[in-house]
């Protein structure tokens, strides 16, 4: 195998990698991405709403509670053939648009490092953020979010944080395997 040289580069101290922004202090969203959003007009068809949830989901690791955030957005979506863009809908966009000049840089982090897991769950949404413990402070290392749907709408507070805590394990499992997590609720758990 051969390996082209032009295709390469060594020894920088930071660049994109994978659609984000990564350096010695951590990892940022990619700038083309935000502005992507934030350059959109208010969507009027389906596939505009379709557009914007996607340019969402590449930027969900930044994004705290985003499935709040675009929940709005969904239920759009799930009334296609009455399809209307709502007062509220454009509220969502505005917001989201405010808040997405904003977005944390996630922490970079050691081996072995101990992290905490804070869950939140609502009505509709469950989402937690996995932060760094130090004493520095607690920095953001990666947000997750789902929105309820079917029986998970049924489910009692103490089941959606549990739902929360499994979908966090399951997407952040390099981070279970590597460092001792310590999970962080509002909700009394017994």
């Given amino acids: 195998m051969r390996l082209n040289p032009a295709k390469y580069t060594f020894g920088i101290t930071s660049g994109k990698f994978l659609g984000f922004i990564v350096?010695?202090?951590?990892?940022?969203?990619n700038p083309d991405k935000i502005k992507a959003i934030q350059e959109m007009q208010p969507p009027r068809t389906i596939k505009e709403v379709q557009q914007l949830t996607g340019r969402l989901a590449a930027l969900s690791r930044f994004i705290s509670r985003v499935g709040?955030?675009?929940s709005t957005f969904f239920r759009a979506l799930k009334s296609a053939k009455n399809f209307r863009w709502t007062p509220e809908c454009e509220e969502a966009f505005r917001q989201l648009k405010?808040?997405?000049?904003?977005l944390p840089q996630l922490a970079s982090i050691k081996d072995g490092e101990p992290l905490g897991l804070y869950l939140a769950a609502t009505d509709l949404v469950v989402s937690s953020v996995l932060v760094t413990l130090d004493n520095a402070g607690e920095k953001?290392?990666?947000?997750?979010?789902?929105v309820l749907a079917g029986p998970e709408l049924r489910y009692s507070p103490i089941e959606r944080i549990a739902l929360a805590l499994i979908l966090a394990s399951r997407?952040?499992?390099?981070?279970f395997q590597t460092h001792p997590i310590k999970m962080i609720t509002d909700q009394p758990l017994h």
């Fill in 171 to 175: 997407k952040l499992r390099p981070y």
């Fill in 98 to 102: 405010s808040h997405i000049e904003n």
């Fill in 140 to 146: 953001p290392i990666y947000y997750t979010s789902h």
């Fill in 23 to 29: 350096h010695q202090r951590g990892i940022d969203a």
């Fill in 68 to 70: 709040d955030k675009s």
